[in-house]
């Protein structure tokens, strides 16, 4: 029996014990919990996962060019407007009445007025809404 760092013999009737006090080899310290192995185990789903759902490079090519052919065709619509626009004749009376009354821009002005085939109605209509 143990008490207070004092080891005793057994008493009458009781087994008699040798404490053994060393350890054959180098002392290791106590294993400590392993508190953050499931976040590890987590990382490598997550990362094996990411892997499994990797997009093919032909894949992102066919998507990459269908982007382009798209941007390339709104970037065409865009300058065919542009050039309709310019087209249209405005009166410089019809730009300066749009400029004091709405007092904007010179460009924001005549943009509403090309919009609308030189209309001055239907321009001061739309910058009012």
């Given at each position: 029996?143990?008490r ?14 040798e ?10 310290p ?14 490598e789903?997550v ?9 093919q490079s ?10 382009g ?44 007025l ?6 001055v ?9």
């Amino acid at each position: 029996m143990r008490r207070h760092g004092v080891i005793e013999m057994a008493t009458e009737g009781d087994v008699e014990l040798e404490l053994e006090t060393e350890t054959s080899g180098p002392e290791r310290p106590p294993e400590k919990p392993r508190k953050h192995d499931s976040g590890a185990a987590d990382l490598e789903r997550v990362t094996d996962y990411a892997e499994e759902k990797e997009i093919q490079s032909s894949n992102l090519e066919t998507a990459m060019s269908v982007i382009g052919d798209r941007r390339s065709r709104e970037q065409k619509a865009k300058q065919e407007r542009e050039k309709e626009l310019a087209k249209v004749t405005i009166k410089k009376e019809d730009l300066e009445l749009i400029m004091t009354e709405m007092e904007i821009s010179r460009a924001a002005a005549e943009r509403s007025l090309r919009e609308h085939m030189g209309n001055v109605v239907e321009a001061l209509i739309a910058l009012t809404n």
